[in-house]
């Protein structure tokens, strides 16, 4: 099946920092990519809609200035934590669906992020 | 107002017997239904799905069954094996309206826990 990556799959960072994790789709092409946090015990949650070639859109809730969202190609999609504090330490998830391609969504490996 | 719920939050099986993981829903919307294997720190790999003009579906050990009129599905694991031990997460698509952006949504997943 389709291939979705994710890089990298942890990270450890100082408060105050900026993170960037990536989101490939290898094998096909998607011109548009999603972002889930996940917390423990938790559903995932969607957090924006990463659209290639324009803004990302954002669910409700969800600081656009916390999470900066750039999709410049269509196999790759990166989600940037600008100064990220304790709280912002989660499990970030991306997928993607396949042109053409309708229900399945294909998920990364998922990148857990701590924040010191 | 959760749309799709997974009332067990944890399943404790014998291996070599049948998992049944079930899941609610309320939206009359949907018509695609979708579950999801995670494991932890990796992101969710597709499993089985279900149309709804289906009322069952069939791919090895794995089956998922749909009862509309009780807005109801579930998964069925037979054997269960070891590597089966997961959080599964029941997931519904309303095409053309409703849902998430990502077109799905999640309930919160069912710890399965495969005991030899």
């Known amino acids: 099946g389709a291939v979705v990556s994710q890089h990298p799959s942890w990270v450890i960072c100082k408060s105050g920092t900026s993170v960037k994790i990536e989101c490939r789709s290898l094998d096909f092409q998607a011109t548009t990519m999603f972002w889930y946090r996940q917390f423990p015990k938790q559903s995932l949650m969607l957090m924006a809609t990463?659209?290639?070639?324009?803004?990302?859109?954002?669910e409700q809730g969800v600081e656009k200035d916390k999470f900066l969202i750039n999709h410049a190609s269509l196999t790759l999609s990166t989600l940037t934590v600008t100064s990220a504090h304790p709280e912002d330490s989660s499990f970030y998830i991306c997928?993607?669906?396949?042109?053409?391609?309708?229900?399945?969504?294909?998920f990364g490996e998922g990148s857990r992020l701590t924040v010191l | 107002d959760q749309q799709v719920k997974q009332n067990s939050p944890s399943l404790s099986v014998q291996e070599g017997r049948i998992s049944i993981l079930n899941c609610d829903y309320t939206?009359?919307?949907?018509?695609?239904f979708l579950w999801y294997k995670k494991y932890p720190a990796e992101g969710p790999t597709f499993l089985i799905s279900?149309?709804?003009?289906?009322d069952k579906n069939e791919d090895g050990r794995f089956t998922v069954f749909l009862n509309k009129s009780a807005k109801h599905l579930s998964l069925h694991i037979v054997p269960s094996q070891p590597g089966d031990s997961a959080v599964y997460f029941c997931?519904?698509?309303?095409?053309?309206?409703?849902?998430?952006?990502?077109?799905?949504?999640f309930g919160k997943g069912t710890h399965l826990i495969i005991q030899p």
């Open positions: 997931a519904a698509s309303a095409r053309g309206s409703g849902g998430g952006a990502d077109g799905l949504t």
């Open positions: 279900i149309s709804s003009i289906k």
């Open positions: 990463s659209n290639e070639g324009s803004k990302a859109t954002y």
């Open positions: 997928s993607a669906r396949d042109l053409g391609a309708t229900g399945e969504l294909f």
């Open positions: 939206n009359s919307m949907f018509d695609y």
